[in-house]
């Protein structure tokens, strides 16, 4: 995972998100390109704990999708792709221009049986799928999932590392001296991390607020 970070990370920028579509919305039978198409905004949910910011763009990304391989003869140009690593690939290069992107195409879909958590819908099919109305025994059990998942390293993380440092004003260095930290390694620490943060600017709409915010 440490290698994986590091090749999705430069010009100083050194964390990643994690996303994930857990269950990736997909009715049974549907291709890789139908199911791709049909979503404008891709479909995956942030797992990091901050609001999300600028999450239409992001600078680099590795893309991995389980569980939805099939091919048909359908008129499209993701359907143009002679593989389902070129479908991903496309799609994601629309969605995100300019972006280096890493994508991944794997049959098997995500296991999800016990001790996996069944908080699903009840209109997914034990395989994950998507059906017009619940099934009709309450006893059926996800049993696998297609899944969308990525870590990307996109602007938003500004506003965590922001955030961060926001949490570690000076008012609560106590603490961390009393555990043994000295307050000028705790003023280092929090240079490092502002300086983390501004590697996530793009230039488009930062105003600075958050900066002057850390600085209080």
Known sequence: ???????????????????????????????????????????????????????????????VLRGICQEKATRSALHSCESPEQVLQR??????????STSHVLQQPCPTQAPFPQFFSPLLTRRGFLQDRAQGFSSAAVESSPVLAALRSCPGLRWLLSGLCRELRPRRWSSS??????????????????????????????????????SD
């Open 1 to 63: 995972m440490l290698h994986l970070a590091d090749s999705l990370t430069f010009s100083g920028r050194k964390v990643v998100a994690a996303w994930a579509a857990l269950p990736l919305p997909a009715l049974s039978g549907s291709s890789l390109p139908e199911v791709l198409s049909a979503h404008q905004d891709v479909p995956w949910k942030l797992l990091s704990s901050w609001k999300e910011q600028e999450v239409s763009s992001c600078f680099a990304q590795s893309v």
């Open 177 to 214: 001296c009393t555990a043994g930290l000295e307050q000028d390694d705790v003023q280092d620490a929090l240079e490092e991390l502002r300086t983390l943060a501004q590697c996530y600017e793009t230039g488009f709409g930062a105003d600075g607020s958050e900066d002057e915010a850390d």
């Open 91 to 100: 799609y994601l290069h629309t969605q995100f221009p300019g972006a280096f």
